[in-house]
């Protein structure tokens, strides 16, 4: 799969439309909408074209999904830095971990299957958004923290079918599509 479109609501911006493959579902971004201009805790979803990196498992709630990007076991050490300050920010650490960080092993099943997208992390540059994922909604689609959010099973058959060339577009003007003029082929 290549491009995926997401889309905020006009009326409520925290929600918005995934569209992937003639298929399109409803989803929950971050309680600010999305921002082209993301800052650590500003709960926006940034507006970019954002490469999924890998997917990661809770092995004992979530079966291996059919993907075409690399899957990692998430364990109940694992977390994710979001001290902007810090040499790890935005990436994963090892919990017990002195500093700001997110805890990958949830109880509330919204980190059970999870797509790691390319935010700000090639190279981190302090303060500009940490852990921006893809990931389950909570019931009723309430904002993230930044993240884009699916009902289990929509993001269950949408990761089966990412591979390395997949782009998350996030508030991205649609694709242009090249039409002949007329009279002309090519």
Do not use: Q
């Not at 409803?26 to 909408?33: D, M």
């Not at 709960?43 to 999904?65: F, H, M, N, Q, Y």
């Not at 076991?73 to 650490?93: M, Q």
């Amino acid at each position: 799969m290549g491009r995926i479109d997401v889309r905020a609501r006009i009326c409520d911006r925290a929600k918005g439309r995934l569209t992937a493959g003639g298929a399109s579902f409803v989803c929950a971004l971050g309680r600010s909408g999305i921002t082209a201009h993301k800052r650590e805790g500003d709960g926006a979803t940034p507006r970019a074209a954002l490469k999924i990196r890998r997917v990661w498992r809770r092995p004992d709630r979530a079966a291996r999904p059919a993907a075409g990007l690399g899957v990692r076991l998430t364990r109940p050490d694992d977390g994710w830095c979001d001290a902007a300050g810090h040499p790890r920010y935005n990436r994963p650490v090892r919990l017990p971990f002195a500093a700001s960080h997110e805890r990958m092993w949830r109880d509330d099943r919204l980190y059970d299957l999870v797509g790691e997208l390319g935010w700000n992390d090639r190279p981190a540059r302090p303060g500009r958004g940490s852990a921006i994922f893809l990931h389950a909604a909570r019931p009723g689609f309430t904002p993230t923290e930044g993240c884009v959010a699916l009902a289990p099973l929509p993001l269950r058959r949408l990761i089966a079918r990412l591979g390395p060339e997949t782009t998350l577009a996030i508030g991205l003007p649609p694709r242009k599509i090249k039409t002949p003029r007329r009279g002309k082929f090519r």
